[in-house]
Structure formats: C-alpha cells, structure tokens
Nanobody, 124 residues
Framework: QVQLVESGGGLVQAGGSLRLSCAAS????????MGWFRQAPGKERVFVAG????????DYAGSVKGRFTISRDNGRNTVYLQMNDLKPEDTGVYHC?????????????????WGQGTQVTVSS
C-alpha cells in the first residue's frame, strides 16, 4: 500500500510558476513509476507528466513540454512538478499517482495509487 499526499497548489496569474510536491509512504518508493495528472471541472483526468522509478526516463503531455519539469528524490520519497509559464488552461486539480512498474506510464489505468489532489488555478 502506498499513500500519496500532494501540496503546493494555489492561485497564480498567467505566466507565473508553482512547484507541486507529492510525498509517498512506504519503503519501496523507487520501485514505482510516478505520474502527475490534471482534472478540470467536468472533464476527464489527463496525463501531465511521468517519471520512471530511477528518474532517468521522463514523459510529458505535448501541452506542457518545455514549461513543466517532473523530478523525484527517492531518498525523500517525493516527486515534484515544477510548472513555469502557467496558462489558464493549466487550471485543475493535480493528482499524484504511483504505478507498480519501473517504466514511465501515461495511462490512468497503469496507476494503482492516487493522492487526493491539489488545486491549481491560473487567472488570465
């Protein structure tokens, strides 16, 4: 069992930055691929970024490439999402997720554990 707790969301103007954190419980954090997903009101949860267990392989949705950076610190059981040049369309609840596999994953069905999410609101 893995428990995930996100933090770092908030209200920011377009062009601003936020850094999200996700703290995981358990002693096998490095064996999980981790991901960030966004869910806007009335819409499905969509993939934002993913990182492999070792942190060597990264994947991003096309809409955030060049603006967002995912990273992880396996010694601290934490994954991060640095978000720069934020746009109103980035608004939503950001969920951290853990997949029981080494390789990066982009489908929600690949992930077994989910956090409650943190709200990100970008004003124009």
């Amino acid at each position: 069992q893995v428990q995930l707790v996100e933090s770092g969301g908030g209200l920011v103007q377009a062009g601003g930055s936020l850094r999200l954190s996700c703290a995981a419980s358990g002693r096998t954090f490095s064996t999980y691929a981790m991901g960030w997903f966004r869910q806007a009101p009335g819409k499905e949860r969509v993939f934002v970024a993913g990182i492999s267990g070792t942190g060597r392989t990264l994947d991003y949705a096309g809409s955030v490439k060049g603006r967002f950076t995912i990273s992880r610190d396996n010694g601290r059981n934490t994954v991060y999402l640095q978000m720069n040049d934020l746009k109103p369309e980035d608004t939503g609840v950001y969920h951290c997720a853990a997949a029981p596999r080494w390789n990066v994953a982009s489908m929600p069905s690949d992930y077994a554990y989910w956090g409650q999410g943190t709200q990100v609101t970008v004003s124009s």
